[in-house]
């Protein structure tokens, strides 16, 4: 299959249009359609992942295409290791949403159609390699998310919408004018394989009103990308946007929207302005402490389920900081060690995979006793153990996975980000590993609170999970488990592409005096 | 050009006379009920001179003793007027507030200030701006205080005769001081004169850019000469506000580029990639922070608008704030960048204005609480919306983005010293962003999916939407056409 790449961004949009000439009562035929799209959208990543290979550390399965020549602008797809993880991801938890979101009952129509739009918005980005191409699909995402949130969310959705529509708006017209610098400065081109080459040699030296340009530059593209992980202080959309979205799209918001900000970083910052990593990374460490610590202490105090593990995101992500910043580990001025660079890269990639599917989980989770009882505040149950054992056994898996215990895949990422960012950064390690206790705590609390204790009379008969609910859970919980296990097939996959990209950051950047 | 020998050059004004006379005459034989017949024969006779403008070639000349310049690029704006014109004169065939006049002599002016505006993006000799610029506005007074029985009408028109007659006549004055330091009118003779000048008359030179500057920003509301602009758009047709942010503004730009470019420019005559300011006079720094001023104070005082009229307007002022950005870098590609955001902003803009239209007369209202759960009890209302407005606020993948991108790549081009233009054009546009898709929310975020489902009552008003929509959306991914075009049209008269 020569279009591969294009039939999975584009295939979503193939069902959106069926969905437009299905008439709007039929609701199930609806859904049936957006599950057979996504169902087939996944197996073709999953084509794709057999057919990939992985010694290579560079893009595959690459596809271009004139688009507008007189602006240089080209359709140039890729999937490289750091892609197709993500790109795996979507596929899944768009698969799986479509089921989450089977109770919808209202509008289903344009449900469907906004949910499969905003698929094909977040695989364009994934996939997208022109940078053209790659900041119309970071906008395309914006409205239907807008929508999402607006007419299905919570009490509280108007305003949770346009906050997130502003605050990502904002970052990313600061991207936009980045993006414009680069054009410009580097040679009139959008494709990033052009770029990540030009770049670093053409912004060198290069100053705008006494500042170095690659500064400027790093420092815009990174805020536009830190709004959307969340990185402190620009994350104040994120806890509000969670709670009042329905629960798919808290699902897709925390499993896979999050992930395009590190995204952004690693294939963007990384390669293009890698003086900018050494920079920046002590900066990048530090933002991630904050976000370790201060996303814990807000978990801790949540009565809100769904605001608890909305801030269990911060929390993870700022993990996921740190293991990025280790990358200076690597060169000769920070003590020449590959391996916990290698470890810190892997790490926090696999963390990124890591957090997608046990937020997912646990948000899927919440939506499961939302569904039920129509509230999530954590003080308002008691002794459910007795009740839904099996939901218990689940959340119980969900709960672990996410404080990061041995034998989930959340251990072992955050184990790898701890081993590489420990030799350059000590002190913020150390301090870190509280962020695992306080995780530990807030995660066990609730657990307990929620789950035993004197059972609460109001929920005597709530029903156990349902079947359609299980078919969501387990296979999350599953690849949670074997890559808690055996994580070796999903560090094989990356490995290759974060060795290349280790590499040119080190011997691109570090070692000239540009600023 | 001698006189007689301009005419084979000058069909399309020959012929759009001719619709003018034709239209003044026909609207005696009709009477009052039937005088909306007027407009088909206006629409005809703009055909034609669409066709003419077509036909015309590609040729580069001096009409009338230099009066007006024959060159494509004013071809290219006088495209965009009849196109504007034409869609405006479709949709008031629908328009409630026109109902109880008699609207032939509505469809007349209509077309004489059509030829006004003609004027006013080939002249390249200021007595001829002056005269182009006085028959818009006069036109413009009347078509606002159409509504004679609506007070705000009333008001809206003297308004606009008071702001007009004391803006051009400051203009005047600006234009009389480069005539005495000059002793020309014609745009080239000018630029030869000045350059020639000592630095002695650079302060009497800033003076009269200054004073010019007035009366044109008067023409594209540029702040601080935008104060009539919200009474204006509110108290007029909406048919004709919708008319007046769009066509006279392309107009004012393309005064604007010619006239700043080639007589203060340093006499390239934008033949070149960019060019500088004559004698260093510091029009650039200025006109920069008009463009600032303007598309900043047009966003903050539009976010608290209550009427989406009065929104739309103030909104418009915006987006002449962000084309005035391209206006000092002197690059041609900065005009660029204005040519093909104002095709994008016709299209958009006049959707955004005849949403409005059916809007009001299907709710009854203007404000933003008329439009409450209108997107769920009228989908195809809702979606062009919503459209139009992402459009405006300049989301990809609609044509607004690209209309932002060319301008924004183009202020980027021009090098370091305007980074800072872009940013405040950026961060502009992320405020735009509230009080467009607060249309969006009280269409949609309001109210619940209703059983019945309202499609528009006219078949013209879905046509000429649907026309509005097509390009808004596909120019928003596939724009070569448009670049193309623009490219084509970018031949521009350079004095003899």
Sequence with gaps: MNYLLSWIIWLPILGMVTIAFIPRDKSELIKQVAAIVSGIQLLLTIYLWRIFDQSVGTFQFMERAEWIPSFNITYILGVDGLSFPMVFLMALIGFIGVFVSWNIDKAVKGYFSLFLLLNTGVMGVFLALDFFLFYIFWEVMLLPMYFLIGIWGGPQREYAAIKFFLYTLAGSVLMLIAILALYFTCGKTFDMLVLMETAPVAL????????????????????????????????????????????????????????LGIYGMLRINYTMLPDGVFWFAGALAVLGLINVIWGAMCALAQKDLKKLVAYSSVNHMGYTLIGMAAVIAASTMNGDNLISAQAGMGGAVFQMFNHGTISAMLFILVGVIYDRAHHRDIDGFGGLAAQMPIYTAFVAVAFFAGLGLPGFSGFISEAMIFIGAFPVFKTIVIISTLGILLNAAYFLWAFQRIFFGPANEKYNDLPEINTRELFTVVPLAVITLILGIYPRPFLDMISATLNVLIDSVVSLGGFTSAF | MSNFNSLAYYWPELILTVTILVAVIADLCYRREQSINVAWWVLGGLALTLFAVRMGGSSVSPLFMGMVASDPFSDFFKVLILLSTALVILMSFNSNELKDYRVGEYFSILSILSFGLFLMVSAIDILMVYLAIEIVSIMSFFLAGYLKKNPHSNEASLKYVIYGAFS????????????????????????????????????????????????????????????????????????????????????????LIRFFNQVFGDGTAMTSESWMAVNNLPWPELMAVLAAATMTVGNLVAIQQNSVKRMLAYSSIAHAGYMMMALPLMSQSGVYGIMIYLVVYLFMNLGAFFVLIYVQSEVGGETFNDFDSLGWKMPFIGILMTLFMVSLTGLPPTAGFIGKFYIFASVIEAGSQYYWLAFVGALNSVVSLYYYIRVVKHMYLIGERSESIGLPSSNLVTLVLIVLAIPTFIFGWYFGPLTDWVNQSFVIYQGM
């Design chain 1, 204 to 259: 060198n030296g290069m100053l705008w009103w006494g500042m170095s340009a690659i500064k400027v530059i790093w420092v815009l593209l990174f805020i536009g990308f830190a709004i959307k992980v969340p990185v402190f202080p620009f994350h104040t959309w994120l806890p509000l946007a969670h709670v009042e979205a329905p629960t798919a799209i808290s699902v897709i918001l925390a499993g896979v929207l999050l992930k």
């Design chain 2, 168 to 255: 051009s006549g400051i203009m005047l004055y600006g234009l009389s001081i480069l005539f005495g330091l000059t002793g020309t009118t014609k745009f080239f003779e000018m630029q030869n004169a000045i350059s020639s000048l000592g630095s002695d008359s650079n302060l009497a030179l800033i003076l009269s850019v200054v004073f010019i500057l007035v009366g044109f920003g008067y023409k594209i509301s540029a702040v601080p000469f935008h104060f009539w602009t919200p009474d204006v758009y509110e108290g007029s047709p909406t048919t004709i506000t919708a008319y007046l942010s769009v066509a006279p503004k392309a107009a004012g730009f393309a005064l």
